[in-house]
């Protein structure tokens, strides 16, 4: 990039205030890398995991929560090397392996972590599992996966009649069952495929609408036999599986790469190439809502990396207009929606974002926390049960927030 877009500094007499100049006149031009795809990352290392062989992942993203799904693998056995390289090493254990830990599994933060590994650890025969997160997890819904998995015969006990962590797990043989799941998510989705490798015949999922479809993809590529029928959004797995070790290459998290989409759409004169960005047609939600509002778009040079499709996103700076966004797209751009919402405060009209209330039960209400944050900079905001009404026209203005001291 050829200038930054803003100076960031701390108050020195006042330590608790980062101060952020305003952004008026600045362009966004050039090319960026973002970080590596959080989901494909998650689901690189626990496939990795219960694999036979060693798996290489490349560009795998070093935050938290793949840190979570990493130490609790490590801790029933999987040898996985540091997350720091450039390069992750995961020797597994085949399916139906994983050994009982001498501890509780902590999942820190990740739902990821803890809803798809509730899949694998039912299924583990004659071993016990013990797993919690922290305060926010522990508060956040599991019983749409321990429904199902219950529905195959596992045993699980936790809070509030296992609808909360913590959880407690007798690993058992399952049966395969076809589940018609209310929701589209591809957390139980996942979570029901991951059970179903070790379980006898053919275990599947429905969904209303088609989730994102990365467990789908990297199952196949590890060799496991899974059926699609996009008709009817159905996905099979036949078990008992054998997975083998692969050679993985994440790449960039059209999640945030949506951010700096977003900045350069927003701000004039802004032409701005965000490179080897993940453009899986199950997360493109947010290209097509760009769309939608008449941003500046183009995909180049697009390829496929390891079974998953990937392009460079070119955005430019354009007048946005507001839209409706809801129904099937919103669970392509679920994660997606705060950004989509500081979009919409810069385009003409009213922007209309509805069947979004999977965003209450995530960390935090995510749609209150928008509603609340973005009303403070000054914009027009009206939060829905199921989402948010955005008058936009700009400009935003500046806002004094205290950061929140951590208690140990």
């Known amino acids: 990039m050829s200038s930054p877009i803003v100076t960031v500094k701390t108050d020195q007499e006042r330590q608790d205030l980062v ?20 989901s494909i990352s998650h689901r690189s290392l626990m496939l990795g ?21 990493a130490a609790c ?11 720091s390289g450039p390069t992750v090493r995961v020797r597994g254990l085949g399916i139906g392996n994983l050994q009982e830990p001498n501890d509780v599994l902590n999942a820190g933060n990740s739902g990821t972590t803890l809803r798809l590994m509730l899949g694998l650890l039912a299924s583990q025969p004659g071993r016990f599992f013990a797993v919690t997160g922290d305060k926010s997890l522990r508060s956040r819904p599991m019983s749409r996966v321990v429904t199902p998995l219950e529905q195959m015969g596992a045993k699980i006990w936790g809070r509030e009649a296992g609808q909360l962590a913590p959880l407690a797990i007798s690993g058992r043989h399952l049966q395969p069952i076809h589940y018609h799941s209310p929701v589209a998510s591809a957390q139980v989705k996942s979570c029901i495929l991951l059970a179903g490798l070790s379980t006898e015949g053919e275990t599947s999922v429905s969904e209303p609408v088609l989730s994102r479809d990365h467990s789908e993809r990297m199952l196949r590529a590890f060799g496991a036999k899974i059926q699609v029928d996009p008709s009817c959004h159905r996905v099979t797995v036949t078990g008992p599986a054998t997975l083998k070790g692969q050679s993985v290459v ?12 977003v900045a350069a759409a927003i701000l004039p004169g802004s032409d701005l190439r965000v ?14 809502a760009l769309q939608q509002m008449e941003a500046d778009l183009t995909l180049e040079n697009q390829r496929e ?3 998953e499709p990937v392009a460079d996103i070119r955005v430019r700076s354009s007048q946005l207009k507001a839209c409706e966004i809801g129904g099937s797209l919103i669970p392509r751009l679920i994660d997606e929606v705060p950004i989509l919402a500081v979009a919409a405060t810069m385009a003409e009209g009213t922007t209309v974002i509805r069947d979004a209330e999977e965003l209450r039960v ?16 000054g914009a ?8 948010l009404e955005i008058t936009g026209g700009g400009p935003l203005k500046g806002e004094t927030r205290r950061k929140r001291q951590r208690t140990s």
């Open 305 to 307: 990396v390891a079974g």
């Open 380 to 387: 027009n905001v009206s939060e829905r049960p199921d989402g």
């Open 49 to 69: 995991a219960i694999a036979e062989g060693e798996t290489t992942i490349e560009g795998l993203l070093l935050g938290d929560d793949p840190q979570s799904t």
């Open 362 to 377: 995530k960390e935090s209400d995510r749609l209150l926390a928008m509603a609340r944050e973005l009303g403070k900079l």
């Open 250 to 261: 994440v790449p960039g998290d059209i999640s945030s790469a949506a951010f700096w989409l």
């Open 73 to 83: 693998f490590r801790q029933m056995g999987a040898d996985i090397s540091d997350l």
């Open 275 to 288: 490179e080897n960005v993940g453009v899986n047609p199950t997360r493109t939600g947010i290209l097509e």
């Open 19 to 38: 101060i952020i100049p305003p952004t008026s006149g600045v362009a966004l031009s050039g090319k960026i890398n973002v970080p590596g795809d959080k």
